[in-house]
């Protein structure tokens, strides 16, 4: 695994599901994702040529079965506060 990709997933995490002040994605991480989420293919692979990690992490958060347990098996799943 590139030494990246770990962090690429993270910012995607905080990308997906918010900040609870532990490391939101920078302005530019939030953008990039949501550049990644609305390119087509072409496109999509023009943005892995700059930033191969952020896209692989979301082209494999896309393919994982369960959103949740791609991020609880990266370590970066943070459980909602207030629960049991």
Known sequence: M??????AI???YWWQYG???????TNFHSGLFSL???ADPENKARLAVGFPNEVM???LW?????????????GVWKEPKGLP
Do not use: M, R, T, Y
């Open 10 to 12: 993270e910012q995607l």
């Open 36 to 38: 990644i989420h609305k």
């Open 62 to 74: 896309c393919a994982a079965e369960d959103p949740v347990q791609f991020f609880k098996d990266a």
């Open 2 to 7: 590139n030494s990246q990709l770990p962090k």
């Open 19 to 25: 900040s609870e002040g532990d490391g939101p994605p």
């Open 57 to 59: 992490a979301w082209q």
